[in-house]
């Protein structure tokens, strides 16, 4: 797989997820490991050394609402991975997500987006924007043209996210990258699913790059977190806000996202392999109906995410041929998956979006965005593949005899 700008060989990304902003000589005591700096403010030499510091003559911490040494790590990580300027990290990706928007828009502006976002962006398009008087357009999420049209109208903000939750849509940024600069808009890309280990936003065009730690980045469902990639002139905004909105990520947060980053890159690899494999697996499984995974020769978008992603993610669903009451016989069998909420941990996680991702949402709702009753998102561990396929088989089999349509 090879993406068409910059290529980034894997080696270069498991060592910057490794050493990017550790300056041991630094830590206190000569530790190997990033200190977690609990400490809430910074002592100076003198108040000439403090104003230095306050006016960012000199580089330092002075209040940890606003910078802090171990946050600044986790920092650094995802400014180079993302190959970005600038990044400023949140305390969830929520709030890199509400931090970015509101730091950048204000009544009277306009966003372009699409109808598959997370849920909690879409909570913001639909019941905060009106309250703003900011106005959303959320189009069809592939219909590419009329995306462009729309942005072509003019707007101050094109949100794209890709692949997209639970039915793995990918956008092909460059393209609406290059629509959104045409017409003057802020191109910010949810780049949480694909990791900057698979894609680089920044790279295909967009401005702004945000991820949830909470997934990937942190890897193990023990912390949350959020941030924002892209120019110095796009996040400094977006810093000054968050330093008033208090959405500060906590360092011990921060210690645990870069801890579980040593690994991201290996991670990712194996994450994105075995979703391939079990892909293929259950596509061809007689109990599924369909599979969603951009990986698969038979994806919508495939084209799509062959040209801007080096690998496929973690993240897959598919239908069983059956109904609801299917998927609750099926989750409680499968002994290796949490049934859970989350995504992008080192376990697999399984869930329906009637209870996690789309919750908020009618049956009726659910179905007019492409999203049956049966749908089961399937968030690939870095277990043995072998297992996790027996651990499916198992499920589906025992699941085809209680359903059989
Ligand atoms: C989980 C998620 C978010 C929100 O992240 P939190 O850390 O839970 O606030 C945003 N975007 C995507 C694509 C996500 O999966």
């Keep these: 797989m090879k993406n068409n700008k910059e290529e980034k060989n894997s080696s270069s990304f498991s060592t910057m997820s490794i ?86 828009l204000s009544p009277g502006e306009r966003v372009v987006s699409v109808k598959d976002t997370y849920g909690g962006t879409n909570e913001i398009f639909l019941n905060f924007f009106p309250r703003f008087k900011i106005d959303a357009t959320l189009c069809d999420t592939t219909d590419h043209e009329a995306i462009e049209k729309e942005v072509a109208k003019g707007c101050k903000v094109l949100y794209l996210e890709s692949p997209t939750n639970p039915t793995l849509k990918v956008v092909d940024l460059e393209r609406l990258a290059k629509a959104g600069h045409k017409a003057g808009a802020i191109v910010v890309v949810d780049n949480t699913f694909a990791t900057p280990i698979n894609t680089n936003p920044l790279q295909l065009g967009a401005d702004l790059v945000i991820h949830s730690g909470t997934k990937f980045l942190g890897g193990h469902a023990d912390a949350l977190a959020g941030v924002v990639c892209g120019s110095k002139k796009l996040v400094e905004p977006i810093f000054r806000y968050r330093e008033i909105t208090g959405a500060t990520l906590h360092p011990m947060s921060a210690y645990l996202m870069i801890r579980g980053m040593k690994t991201l890159a290996l991670r990712i690899q194996q994450q994105n392999e075995n979703a391939l494999t079990i892909a293929r697996f259950l596509k061809s499984h007689p109990f599924v109906q369909d599979v969603y995974y951009p990986g698969l020769e038979t994806h919508k978008n495939h084209e799509i995410a062959k040209k801007q992603m080096r690998g496929f993610g973690g993240v897959l669903s598919f239908i069983l041929d059956s109904d609801f009451d299917a998927v609750r016989t099926f989750l409680p069998r499968l002994q290796y998956a949490h049934v859970a909420a989350n995504l992008g941990s080192v376990e697999t996680v399984a869930g329906p979006p009637r209870t996690t991702s789309h919750v908020e949402v009618t049956p009726e709702q659910r179905a007019a965005m492409g999203i049956p009753e049966s749908l089961i998102r399937y968030s690939v561990g870095i277990e043995d593949v072998n297992m996790l396929i027996e651990d499916l088989t198992q499920a589906l089999d025992y699941t085809s005899k209680q359903h059989k349509k």
Excluded: C
Aim: hydrophobic share 40%; glycine share 6%; proline share 3%.
């Design 19 to 104: 050493w990017a902003g550790e300056d041991s000589k630094d830590f206190w005591q000569r530790s190997t490991q990033a200190p977690v700096v609990h400490s809430v403010a910074f002592g100076y030499q003198d108040l000439d050394e403090w104003y230095e510091i306050a006016i960012h003559q000199k580089p330092g911490h002075i209040y940890s609402r606003n910078t802090n040494p171990t946050v600044a790590i986790f920092e650094e990580k995802l400014r180079l991975l993302e190959g970005a300027e600038a990044a400023t990290s949140f305390s969830t990706g929520m709030a890199a997500i509400s931090n970015t928007l509101f730091a950048h």
